[in-house]
């Protein structure tokens, strides 16, 4: 996948090496896509044995198959103490998200053009809406891509969203404000995007069945093209290879037109080395908690009450039902017994036996199969402390085991038990933030010395737009249309960092990608070792925090070259790269320790056990804060290591200026993972980055 070339040169370039692979009968038309606006490279149906033959071509990257990547799926705002009115520039609404998703729900309040002037001059793209989608002020543009032509029954082939995913996304990151949102009542207020002031760009590349490579790199050549600045993707699957990666290929490109791509890390947590997205041009975010969280009591006939969690919307006026368990209630027709019953899987509740009633399941499900079977409602146990809020297509709470065992003592010492399941209410969390146990952890599985995910936004019970057309339980037997959904995911925290990252480029327009994201790093609020399982593996630099990332102080830039004597460090020839990029890029002599040297705004550094501890990490910084200031290092240096900073105070005469210094660590390891941070300080600003040394995996 290279840099972009002349158009009609590679066209026929692409026909001539399927020709050679596949023979001469072979035309232009057998392409599914051909990516030529942005980087080099195209789509076609092989065969394994073609395959390998074209991957053995002179100039040919990589070659992979069109495998499909998954989506990781206000008050959150306020809680990051990120003001509705913000400092506003005149070039804020010419600020441009790229949102790579399900599509968008254009009619949604948060998305209401009233104030905006038409799109920004630079805006070269279109609207592919048919019939059924306009764009506006707002929207400013919208595509869809489906490479394979195979649409789901709820598929809609337009930009519009079906699934209400890319709605929740767009709106989180750039959505207008709309005062009185709520689902149903529950976390009523005001819904926002990050920077409301930005436009947004759709590229519809989720459908029913998943989102395909070949559809995700035919986005983003169009996005980097059609001049989007900020590239938000919350989706992804694992691979350790960057260039069989369409998020990683894409992500490169766009790095090098000087757009900065914000992705989730993945919903793989709590366990180590499980992220989805981890190259390093681009940002990889993990999901964060904020300060509210929603409760959902059950109370019995024998006025005991016991509280789950989920997010319920159902008002059953206080009414009490019969309660029955589902382990009692198998249906042997379809040839279930209790021992399937008791999870109330689909089909294997007894409906003569729950119809009415609500029904008590070992562990948790999406409560289909209580639903077909007539049930009113549905009590689960099994609840971990950091489980997890969801919607239900029915009244549901989700319990731990002892409070669940409590209710099946209840139904089994009770002649008629009954209880009822209230509507949630929401609480205050005020252990908040920590990392959702589904946020995946690091380290980078790829490269062993980029510490990921780089930071942490909140991606837990999120209020934001939907497709009113998409039940907010995600199960198709809801009926309940609404336009705000309460949801969790990487998904969500993933646009949180790209409004931020949207609102430090309206302030600090010719900044590049990595001074964005160094921005958004170093001034991140550090989190705690001791609530998080995999501490900097699991939060990165720390929590979103959008205000103080305007104002970094110092930066930590990296030039697209550098991203090239990186990959040279990871073994990549020149032959390679030059393929990759498109130029005559080549890798300098003595590159093999090009990795630690990227200047990264983190620092992280894998060792064999027991071994010695004894490396250099080099560093420049450049000041866009005060023309004249004094830095002085502050560290923390964990029991058995040595952390020394040479020089250990940088005096700055003038903005832009560039000052170099060193990290050098000695020392063992005391444990598995060891943290520790430098920060820059001038009394006024703190620059700080994190430091984590690990025993190898």
């Given at each position: 996948?290279?840099?972009?070339?002349?158009?009609?040169?590679?066209?026929s370039?692409?026909?001539?090496?399927?020709q050679?692979?596949?023979?001469?009968?072979?035309?232009?038309?057998?392409?599914?896509?051909?990516?030529?606006?942005?980087?080099?490279g195209?789509?076609?149906?092989?065969?394994?044995q073609?395959?390998?033959?074209?991957?053995?071509?002179?100039?040919?990257?990589?070659?992979?198959?069109n495998?499909?990547?998954?989506?990781?799926?206000?008050?959150?705002?306020?809680?990051?103490?990120?003001?509705?009115?913000?400092?506003?520039?005149?070039?804020?609404?010419?600020?441009?998200?790229?949102?790579?998703?399900?599509?968008?729900?254009?009619?949604?309040?948060?998305?209401?053009?009233?104030?905006f002037?038409?799109?920004?001059?630079?805006?070269?793209?279109?609207?592919k809406?048919?019939?059924?989608?306009?764009?506006?002020?707002?929207?400013?543009?919208?595509r869809?891509?489906?490479?394979?032509g195979?649409?789901?029954?709820?598929?809609?082939?337009?930009?519009?969203?079906?699934?209400?995913?890319?709605?929740?996304?767009?709106?989180?990151?750039?959505?207008?404000?709309?005062?009185?949102?709520s689902?149903?009542?529950?976390g009523?207020?005001?819904?926002?995007?990050?920077?409301?002031?930005?436009?947004?760009?759709?590229?519809?590349?989720?459908?029913?069945?998943?989102?395909?490579?070949?559809?995700?790199?035919?986005?983003?050549?169009?996005?980097?093209?059609?001049?989007?600045?900020?590239i938000?993707?919350?989706v992804?699957?694992?691979?350790?290879?960057?260039?069989?990666?369409?998020?990683?290929?894409?992500?490169?490109?766009?790095m090098?037109?000087?757009?900065?791509?914000?992705s989730?890390?993945?919903?793989?947590?709590?366990?180590?080395?499980?992220?989805?997205?981890?190259?390093?041009?681009?940002?990889?975010?993990?999901?964060?908690?904020?300060?509210?969280?929603?409760f959902?009591?059950?109370?019995?006939?024998n006025?005991?009450?016991?509280?789950?969690?989920s997010?319920?919307?159902?008002?059953?006026?206080?009414?009490?039902?019969?309660?029955?368990?589902?382990?009692?209630?198998?249906?042997?027709?379809?040839?279930?017994?209790?021992?399937?019953?008791?999870?109330?899987s689909?089909?294997?509740?007894?409906?003569?036996?729950?119809?009415?009633?609500?029904?008590?399941?070992?562990?948790?499900?999406?409560?289909?199969g209580?639903?077909?079977?007539?049930?009113?409602?549905?009590?689960m146990?099994?609840?971990?402390?950091?489980?997890?809020?969801?919607?239900?297509?029915?009244?549901?709470?989700?319990?731990?085991?002892?409070?669940?065992?409590?209710?099946?003592?209840?139904?089994?010492?009770?002649?008629?038990?009954?209880?009822?399941i209230?509507?949630?209410?929401?609480r205050?969390?005020?252990?908040?933030?920590?990392?959702?146990?589904?946020?995946?952890?690091?380290?980078?599985?790829?490269?062993?010395?980029?510490?990921?995910?780089?930071?942490?936004?909140?991606?837990?019970?999120?209020?934001?737009?939907?497709?009113?057309?998409?039940?907010?339980?995600?199960?198709?037997?809801?009926?309940?249309?609404?336009?705000?959904?309460?949801i969790?995911?990487?998904?969500?925290?993933?646009?949180?960092?790209?409004?931020?990252?949207?609102?430090?480029?309206?302030?600090?327009?010719?900044?590049?990608?990595?001074?964005?994201?160094?921005?958004?790093?170093?001034?991140?609020?550090?989190?705690?070792?001791?609530?998080?399982?995999?501490?900097?593996f699991?939060?990165?630099?720390?929590?979103?925090?959008?205000?103080?990332?305007?104002?970094?102080?110092?930066?930590?830039?990296?030039?697209?070259?550098?991203?090239?004597?990186?990959?040279?460090?990871?073994?990549?020839?020149?032959?390679?790269?030059?393929?990759?990029?498109?130029?005559?890029?080549?890798?300098?002599?003595?590159?093999?320790?090009?990795?630690f040297?990227?200047?990264?705004?983190?620092?992280?550094?894998?060792?064999?056990?027991?071994?010695s501890?004894?490396?250099v990490?080099?560093?420049t910084?450049?000041?866009?804060?005060?023309?004249?200031?004094?830095?002085?290092?502050?560290?923390?240096?964990?029991?058995?290591?040595?952390i020394?900073?040479?020089?250990?105070?940088?005096?700055?005469t003038?903005?832009?200026?560039?000052?170099?210094?060193?990290?050098?660590?000695?020392?063992?390891?005391?444990?598995?993972?060891?943290?520790?941070?430098?920060?820059w300080?001038?009394?006024?600003?703190?620059?700080?980055?994190?430091?984590?040394?690990?025993?190898?995996?």
């Amino acid at each position: 996948m290279g840099n972009k070339r002349d158009e009609i040169s590679t066209s026929s370039l692409y026909t001539s090496m399927l020709q050679e692979v596949i023979g001469s009968h072979i035309g232009p038309e057998s392409l599914l896509y051909s990516y030529k606006r942005s980087f080099h490279g195209f789509a076609v149906e092989l065969t394994e044995q073609e395959a390998q033959t074209m991957a053995g071509m002179d100039g040919v990257v990589s070659v992979f198959p069109n495998e499909k990547k998954e989506l990781h799926t206000t008050r959150s705002w306020d809680f990051l103490g990120f003001p509705k009115q913000v400092e506003k520039t005149t070039i804020g609404s010419n600020v441009i998200i790229g949102v790579l998703d399900t599509g968008i729900w254009p009619e949604s309040d948060s998305f209401n053009d009233k104030g905006f002037g038409p799109p920004p001059s630079k805006w070269k793209g279109t609207c592919k809406g048919l019939t059924n989608f306009t764009c506006n002020n707002k929207i400013i543009g919208a595509r869809y891509y489906r490479s394979d032509g195979n649409y789901g029954k709820k598929d809609i082939k337009s930009p519009r969203d079906s699934d209400g995913h890319g709605t929740h996304v767009s709106s989180t990151a750039a959505g207008n404000i709309v005062s009185m949102a709520s689902v149903q009542g529950l976390g009523l207020g005001t819904a926002r995007g990050g920077f409301p002031s930005a436009r947004i760009a759709v590229y519809k590349i989720c459908w029913l069945f998943g989102c395909n490579d070949a559809d995700i790199l035919a986005a983003f050549d169009d996005a980097i093209a059609d001049g989007v600045d900020i590239i938000s993707i919350s989706v992804g699957f694992y691979n350790e290879n960057y260039f069989t990666d369409s998020i990683a290929i894409g992500a490169f490109h766009a790095m090098r037109n000087g757009i900065l791509t914000s992705s989730s890390a993945g919903n793989r947590g709590p366990d180590l080395a499980t992220l989805s997205n981890f190259a390093p041009w681009f940002l990889s975010v993990a999901a964060s908690t904020i300060d509210r969280k929603f409760f959902t009591e059950v109370q019995l006939g024998n006025n005991k009450t016991y509280e789950g969690i989920s997010i319920n919307t159902f008002d059953l006026k206080n009414e009490k039902y019969p309660i029955i368990y589902g382990g009692d209630a198998p249906n042997t027709t379809a040839g279930a017994d209790g021992l399937n019953s008791r999870f109330c899987s689909d089909y294997t509740l007894d409906p003569n036996l729950v119809k009415g009633k609500i029904v008590l399941c070992d562990g948790e499900n999406d409560g289909v199969g209580q639903l077909l079977a007539g049930a009113v409602g549905t009590v689960m146990q099994g609840r971990r402390p950091n489980s997890v809020f969801f919607a239900f297509p029915l009244p549901a709470s989700y319990l731990s085991l002892e409070d669940g065992s409590n209710i099946y003592s209840y139904i089994n010492s009770t002649r008629s038990p009954t209880a009822t399941i209230l509507k949630s209410n929401e609480r205050r969390d005020k252990f908040a933030p920590y990392i959702a146990t589904f946020s995946s952890r690091g380290p980078n599985p790829t490269s062993h010395n980029i510490l990921k995910p780089d930071l942490a936004a909140p991606g837990v019970d999120i209020l934001a737009a939907w497709s009113p057309i998409s039940p907010i339980s995600d199960v198709e037997l809801d009926k309940r249309a609404l336009s705000y959904n309460i949801i969790s995911g990487t998904s969500m925290s993933c646009p949180h960092v790209s409004g931020a990252a949207a609102y430090i480029k309206s302030l600090h327009p010719t900044w590049s990608p990595a001074a964005i994201r160094s921005a958004l790093m170093t001034t991140a609020v550090p989190m705690s070792a001791e609530k998080n399982p995999g501490v900097d593996f699991a939060y990165g630099a720390g929590n979103l925090n959008p205000l103080n990332a305007s104002n970094p102080g110092l930066i930590y830039d990296i030039d697209p070259l550098d991203y090239i004597k990186y990959l040279c460090g990871q073994g990549f020839s020149t032959k390679l790269l030059q393929a990759i990029t498109g130029d005559k890029s080549s890798c300098p002599k003595g590159s093999d320790g090009a990795v630690f040297d990227l200047n990264y705004p983190s620092f992280a550094l894998s060792t064999p056990p027991l071994n010695s501890i004894s490396h250099v990490f080099n560093r420049t910084v450049t000041n866009v804060g005060l023309p004249t200031c004094t830095y002085k290092a502050i560290v923390t240096t964990p029991p058995g290591l040595s952390i020394k900073v040479n020089p250990s105070v940088l005096s700055v005469t003038s903005l832009g200026q560039k000052l170099s210094f060193s990290v050098t660590i000695e020392g063992t390891l005391e444990k598995q993972i060891v943290s520790a941070s430098l920060i820059w300080d001038d009394g006024t600003l703190q620059v700080r980055s994190p430091i984590v040394v690990y025993g190898a995996f």
